[in-house]
C-alpha cells in the first residue's frame, strides 16, 4: 500500500539556556492506512492523534532532544503505546526535561524503519545538537531533517552543546550529497530541496551563523 506524509503544524514554546520563544513545529505523519511512524510529535498531542486515526503508530522518531521536539514526545508515545527513538548523543537534552522517563531505544548512525513499502535511514547530522538526526526515505526523494537544515541554511547553532563547524560539515558530507531533487522536511517553516540549498553553502561559511 502506498505511503502517504502528512503535516501537522503546532504551536508552543522552545526553551533553553535561560531564554523561552515562541514556536511553531512540524511533525510529521508518515504511513498507509493501517499503520505510521511520527516523527517530532510536539506540543499538541490531541492534535497529532486526530491526524494519525486509528492507525497504528509503530514507532515515535525524534530528530534531536530539544524541549519543544520533546516535551510532548512521552506523552505520546505512551498513549499510542509506541517506541520513543532518539539519538544517545542527546540523552542530556532529554534527562533535563524527563529525568524519570527514558527512552525506549536509541537511534544509530544507518538504523533503518520500514513502514508499509517506504524505509527510513537515520542518518546523525551533529551541529544543532550533538544527537541531530534526519531520516531519508530514497523511494519517496525525502528528506525529514529536523533542525539541521532548513529553507535557506542551517539550524541554529548559537546555544548549548551546538557548532556552527559540525553542523555545517553535517549538512556538507551526509546531506548535500543526496539527490538534488530531494525534498527536505523541516522541523519549522516551509519545506527546500537538497538542490536550492547546495548553492549557499559558501555563503553560509561566509556568515558564520
Known amino acids: 500500500m502506498t505511503v502517504k506524509i502528512e503535516n501537522v503544524v503546532t504551536s508552543g514554546t522552545f526553551s533553553l539556556d535561560g531564554g523561552t520563544w515562541d514556536v511553531g513545529n512540524n511533525v510529521w505523519v508518515i504511513g498507509d492506512d493501517s499503520e505510521v511512524m511520527v516523527i517530532d510529535p510536539a506540543h499538541d498531542v490531541a492534535k497529532i492523534l486526530e491526524v494519525v486515526g486509528d492507525r497504528e503508530v509503530m514507532a515515535v ?45 536509541e537511534i544509530q548512525e544507518g538504523d533503518t524503519f520500514t513502514i508499509g ?14 544527537g541531530s538526526t534526519c531520516f531519508y526515505a530514497p523511494d519517496l526523494g525525502v528528506l525529514f531533517s529536523g533542525d539541521t ?19 555545517v560539515e553535517s549538512i556538507r558530507t551526509k546531506l548535500l550529497v543526496l539527490p538534488e531533487a530531494t525534498v527536505v522536511h523541516t522541523g519549522h517553516g516551509d519545506a527546500t530541496t537538497i538542490g536550492a540549498e547546495a548553492p549557499n553553502l559558501d555563503e553560509w561559511i561566509k556568515r558564520g551563523h
Open 149 to 167: 537544515l532548513f529553507n535557506g541554511g542551517p539550524g541554529a547553532t548559537g546555544r548549548s552543546y551546538s557548532s556552527f563547524e559540525t553542523i
Open 117 to 130: 513499502d517506504t524505509t527510513l535511514t537515520a542518518i546523525h547530522t551533529p551541529g544543532h545538537s550533538p
Open 61 to 105: 522518531l525524534l530528530t534531536h532532544g530539544h524541549d519543544d521536539h520533546i516535551r510532548a514526545a512521552a506523552e505520546f508515545s505512551d498513549e499510542v503505546e509506541a517506541p520513543l527513538y532518539l539519538n544517545p548523543d542527546d540523552l542530556m537534552l532529554w534527562d533535563a526535561i524527563y529525568p524519570e522517563r527514558k527512552v525506549d531505544a
